[in-house]
């Protein structure tokens, strides 16, 4: 018997690999481990499960040229690149790979909060290039994380994630979010505040919600003027969560203290980016789930949800359930 054709974007850890043997017919869309754009739309109509790395936008267009395709499992927890009415629309399951990344990414917002808050940038460039001549009572000083207010919007498993470690550090927790998580409150001393009072009152914002049309923007020109001046944004969410121009203004121009970022509109970051001049901004190639353990999770995941829903299954990550009364 035929298996089914799979394409991928790019070559996953062997944990999912090694699952899809004797399950499926796959093929890399990649050139050098970078994703192919021109194969993908050559081959969309051959497909009949994808595994999609970051990168490519999968709109309405995508699926309907997408015949043949029943389901498009993502390498990542947020789905933000695909049009999920669409893909369910046309019958597709859409499945995400979320849990095995929460440690993971939470360990980046604090790293960022600490390399920000300790001035880690500013610091080591000063002692490389000799600066550090003396013990000075006055000199390398940050900002202390214990007895800090730490704001998280988006209250969900990576926001709950960076809490659980604020509240190790002796940091206050303000969240905030569409609904209220009143049964994670106690455990995790969280207030559930507004966003405008949780910009007024943290010490450092950390940006944890999924990228919606609600959430883009979410952060820009007035919310960043509404932030303490000597407070730092973090952002391990999504780029288009912030808007880019005015959070360089507002780090360039003293609005708030610097920033610590791991996502941005446009990714790979341009070399012309403004953000790359400033050094109170912490930035990191959108690293928060890479980390062995979890890129061997996600694999493994993103390979599972394919093999379920191809063979006649309920994939355990669907994203899109409705579509189950379609197809
Ligand atoms: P999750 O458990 O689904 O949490 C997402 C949270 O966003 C939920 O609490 C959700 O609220 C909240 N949200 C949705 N719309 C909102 C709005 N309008 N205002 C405020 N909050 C809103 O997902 P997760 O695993 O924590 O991941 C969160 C996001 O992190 C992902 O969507 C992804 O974009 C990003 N991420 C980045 C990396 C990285 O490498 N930097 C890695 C993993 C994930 P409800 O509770 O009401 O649904």
């Known amino acids: 018997m035929s298996k089914p054709k799979v394409f991928l ?3 996953i850890q062997d944990t999912g690999m090694s699952l899809l043997e004797g399950h499926v017919d796959y093929t890399l869309w990649s050139i050098d481990g970078k994703p192919d754009p021109e194969a993908v739309l050559r081959d969309i109509p051959l497909a009949e499960g994808l595994i999609m790395t970051m990168g490519i936008r999968m709109d309405r267009d995508f699926f309907q040229k997408a015949a043949k395709l029943k389901v498009a499992s993502l390498y990542s927890v947020g789905y933000d690149n695909v049009d999920i009415k669409a893909a369910t629309e046309f019958g597709i399951m859409v499945t995400n790979t979320p849990g095995v990344l929460t440690d993971a990414t939470a360990d980046t917002a604090m790293m960022l ?3 920000s808050a300790r001035k880690a940038r500013e610091n080591e460039r000063i002692m490389r290039e000799g600066g550090w001549t003396h013990w000075s009572p006055n000199q390398f000083v940050g900002k ?8 998280i919007v988006g209250f969900g498993e990576i926001g709950r ?6 509240l190790a550090f002796g940091m206050k927790i303000l969240y905030t979010g569409r609904t209220r998580k009143a049964e994670y409150e106690e455990k995790l001393c ?6 405008e009072a949780l910009l007024e009152r943290s010490d450092f914002v950390s940006l944890n919600c999924a990228l919606t049309k609600e959430t883009a923007g979410l952060i820009a020109e007035r919310e960043l003027r509404m932030m303490k001046k000597d407070a730092v944004l973090i952002n391990t969410a999504r780029g288009a969560v912030v808007d880019q121009k005015a959070l360089f203004r507002a780090c360039s121009e003293g609005w708030i203290c610097g920033a610590g ?15 790359l001049k400033l050094e109170n901004v912490v930035m990191m190639p959108h690293i928060g789930s890479a ?17 379920e829903a191809l063979e006649g299954r309920i994939p355990p990550n669907l994203v899109n359930p409705e ?4 197809i």
């Open 113 to 115: 909060m600490l390399m």
């Open 323 to 326: 579509v189950l009364k379609r």
């Open 144 to 151: 202390d994380l214990s007895s800090s207010v730490l704001g």
């Open 291 to 307: 980390a062995v353990r979890s890129r061997e999770g996600m694999a493994r995941l993103a390979a599972v949800n394919l093999i």
């Open 190 to 195: 969280a207030e559930y505040v507004t966003l």
């Open 9 to 11: 974007t790019q070559l």
């Open 161 to 166: 994630a960076v809490a659980k470690r604020a």
């Open 261 to 275: 970022l791991d996502v941005y509109e446009k990714e790979p970051v341009p070399m012309d980016e403004p953000l």
